[in-house]
């Protein structure tokens, strides 16, 4: 029997612009889908947007909400991107150690610090800058 993939990783990005969660999130709510994650960030006004979505209770199928979120993103310029998870495959995602690693420095320091981090199998979820003006401060 074939696992149930539930879970679904939907992932957008273009041109930033006031509204683009509050319309996705209505199609959400309209249809009983849950946000289990959420990560958005916009630089130089380039939005990227991602969504952990559990589709488990959802009103109608995930084909239907997933029709819809294209619709929408459309609409706003956007490009949308999706892929289905099961159980299974969130729980083993989820099941790694994290860290934290702060760094001040240039790009030689970056290319540096992340090539010793992949040579040793270690993979950046996520890059922050913390400072915005003058001196450089980069979280990975």
Do not use: W
């Amino acid at each position: 029997m074939e696992e149930r993939k539930d879970f679904v990783m939907v992932t957008v990005s273009g041109p930033d612009q006031p509204g683009i969660t509050a319309a996705f999130s209505r199609i959400l709510v309209d249809n009983h889908v849950e946000v289990v994650d959420i990560e958005q960030a916009s630089l130089q006004d380039f939005l990227g947007l991602s969504f952990l979505l559990d589709m488990s209770e959802a009103k109608q199928s995930k084909d239907g909400v997933l029709k819809d979120l294209l619709f929408e993103a459309s609409r706003l310029h956007l490009t949308l991107n999706f892929r289905l998870f099961s159980e299974q495959e969130m729980k083993a995602r989820n099941n790694k150690n994290l860290f934290v690693l702060t760094y001040f420095g240039d790009t030689r320091a970056l290319a540096e610090i992340s090539s010793i981090l992949a040579e040793e199998g270690a993979n950046i979820e996520m890059i922050t800058n913390l400072t915005r003006h003058c001196a450089t401060c980069v979280e990975l």
